[in-house]
């Protein structure tokens, strides 16, 4: 709490794209919940892989409650 948890997917690219149907909005999806609940989420490919990274904010929890 206090500090957020960062989140990381990732999987091996295929040489060849085995999906290509879709209406591209799921990763849009992802970044605008994130950004709603004040973080960050980013889509990258890097070494053979492609990589999900998010952050989402953790408060800490109001003692007063």
């Known amino acids: 709490p206090?500090?957020?948890v960062n989140l990381r997917f990732s999987n091996?690219?295929?040489s060849e794209p085995r999906f290509?149907?879709?209406s591209d909005t799921?990763?849009?999806g992802l970044r605008e919940r994130a950004q709603l609940l004040g973080?960050?989420?980013e889509v990258h490919h890097a070494e053979?892989?492609?990589v999900v990274s998010a952050h989402l904010p953790w408060p800490?929890?109001?003692a007063s409650l």
């Open 12 to 14: 091996l690219t295929p």
């Open 39 to 41: 973080g960050s989420a």
């Open 60 to 62: 800490v929890p109001d």
């Open 20 to 22: 290509t149907a879709g």
């Open 48 to 50: 053979g892989r492609f």
């Open 26 to 28: 799921g990763l849009i």
């Open 2 to 4: 206090g500090q957020g």
